[in-house]
């Protein structure tokens, strides 16, 4: 849309998914399939999954014949194998844009079919065709690559960003309520902002406030950007969108994946930055509260050590992914 306000957007998602409370408020239209996950569902919801998929391929050439686009683009979601594969047979440019360093199942498919596929780790690679491969990392807000603000420690303290993606996350919510006796020695030297998301939000505030610690605890945090250049380390899950913002930022992290994700590919995305030197991953099954702790203590103790972390981590980002695929879309429709 910044290239050309006349270009026209259509999003297909699901009346479940996120892009259901969000889109509308920016301004998007959104038109809704009826279509859910296959994997990890159980026998009989993966049979009632792949009964409804015929009608999902109906509603996709509906919408998509209506609308009539250039170029359709997967992002991975359920949404993404009927409205893509549509596309495809119906003669229409299509390409992918895979986040994760383990594609999803519906990316492994529809990456036989589509002319073009955006990965953000080199790790994923095998699993396409070469002559379609590019890489361009993940996109995200551009408040996360706007130049980098100097903000100080305030007043001396080390700032601690704890959260575990825009619902909370219950399991990180509870390790770091477990966590806070252990910090009690360097309770002086420690300031905590924490988004919990609605659900454990009373609790979490309670229990911060009856540990007398320095915290901001908080449903969820509006301008993420700042709060991520406002951080000593983050401690948070490892899905696509964080390990990006995470990049894009130049920041330490302890990274805790969400142990039920698909194929376990939030732990395929943490190990690409613990082996560039950039985060320290800590499975959900070994934290504790004193394990965090320790973790945290060592990282304040230890400031040069967080600089090589951030160092290496901006290494990783790419913040001109959007422009890169943008870029490579515009001659994929024009050619």
């Known amino acids: 849309m910044r290239r050309n306000r006349d270009h026209r957007i259509l999003f297909i998602g699901t009346k479940k998914g996120l892009e259901a409370k969000v889109l509308s408020g920016l301004g998007f239209a959104l038109q809704t399939i009826d279509v859910e996950g296959i994997k990890g569902r159980g026998l009989i919801r993966s049979a009632e999954a792949l009964l409804g998929i015929p009608k999902s391929f109906i509603q996709s050439f509906r919408i998509i014949r209506l609308f009539s686009p250039d170029l359709v683009i997967g992002v991975g979601g359920y949404a993404s194998g009927p409205a893509v594969m549509a596309a495809h047979w119906m003669g229409i440019r299509t390409v992918l844009a895979e986040q994760n360093a383990l594609p999803g199942l519906t990316n492994r498919i529809l990456g036989r079919f589509v002319d073009r596929v955006f990965l953000s780790f080199s790790e994923t690679k095998k699993w396409f065709r070469k002559e379609k491969v590019s890489m361009t990392g993940n996109p995200i807000r551009t408040r996360f ?102 990049t894009a930022s130049g920041k330490a992290a302890i990274l805790i994946p969400f142990p039920y994700a698909v194929e376990d590919h939030q732990t395929k995305n943490a190990e690409v930055l613990v082996r560039a030197g950039a985060a320290e991953m800590i499975p959900e099954k070994e934290l504790s509260g004193q394990r965090l702790a320790d973790a945290i203590k060592g990282y304040y103790e230890q400031p040069e050590l967080i600089r090589q972390m951030e160092e290496r981590s901006a290494g990783l980002g790419n913040v001109g992914a959007a422009a890169d695929i943008v870029d490579a879309c515009m001659i994929l429709v024009d050619a």
């Not at 080390?158 to 825009?166: C, H, K, M, N, P």
């Not at 969820?220 to 000593?232: G, N, V």
């Open 145 to 246: 690559f706007m130049e980098k603000k100097n903000i100080l420690r305030p007043q001396g303290l080390f700032t601690l960003l704890v959260f575990g993606g825009s619902q909370g996350a219950h399991a990180i919510n509870q390790i770091m309520v477990a966590a806070l006796d252990h910090l009690k020695p360097m309770k002086s030297r420690l300031k905590i902002v924490h988004q919990t998301g609605s659900k454990d939000l009373e609790e979490i505030r309670k229990a911060y406030q009856a540990s007398g610690m320095n915290a901001e605890v908080l449903p969820f945090i509006m301008d993420m950007a700042s709060a991520y250049q406002s951080a000593d380390l983050l401690i948070c899950r490892a899905g696509a969108t964080s390990i990006a913002e995470i």
